[in-house]
């Protein structure tokens, strides 16, 4: 399947949960989805095959702009029914955070783009398109880690 014909897929089956499932899924009023909500949701659909692309629907509902701002700690997290059954905690807040900038940092430099030639980037580069790079880039980000302590 071609990555358009994925992305069709993937909206399709969120249009679907947000007619079934409207209380959870609203896409005028994102609100924070339980943990693991792939879980009820394949117990609910019960076909195996429809995992990538529930998959790729909750990555699009959850990977949108108005989701992340919406995880903030504090603020409850909703099932299939519209149940509160948790809430963000201060680790997912800031790890939405830290997602928001990098949208934005990443929309700055396609809007940017080849200013010689008067178009925008398609794909920015970060540590280059090799293996290389990416084992570079997980070196650092490995170097900047923090170690925490265990806990017994």
């Excluded at 994925?6 to 409207?22: G, P």
């Excluded at 609100?31 to 699009?60: C, F, S, T, Y």
């Excluded at 170097?143 to 017994?152: G, N, V």
Aim: hydrophobic share 35%; proline share 6%; aromatic share 4%.
């Amino acid at each position: 399947m071609n990555p358009e014909a994925k992305r069709q897929s993937a909206r399709a089956m969120l249009a679907t949960l947000c007619q079934r499932w409207s209380k959870c899924f609203d896409l005028k009023n994102r609100r924070p989805l339980k943990i693991g909500i792939v879980h009820d949701l394949m117990r609910e659909l019960g076909d195996p095959a429809l995992l990538p692309e529930l998959k790729a629907a909750l990555n699009l509902y959850c990977g949108n702009r108005a989701y992340l701002s919406a995880l903030k700690a504090g603020v409850p997290r909703l099932d299939l029914h519209g149940n509160e059954v948790s809430f963000v905690c201060r680790e997912d807040e800031l790890r939405a955070a830290a997602r928001l900038k990098g949208l934005k940092a990443a929309q700055v430099e396609v809007k940017e783009g080849d200013v010689s030639r008067g178009e925008p980037n398609p794909r920015p580069k970060r540590h280059g398109d090799s293996f290389e790079g990416l084992r570079r880039a997980a070196r650092e980000r490995k170097s900047r880690a923090t170690i925490k302590p265990m806990r017994m």
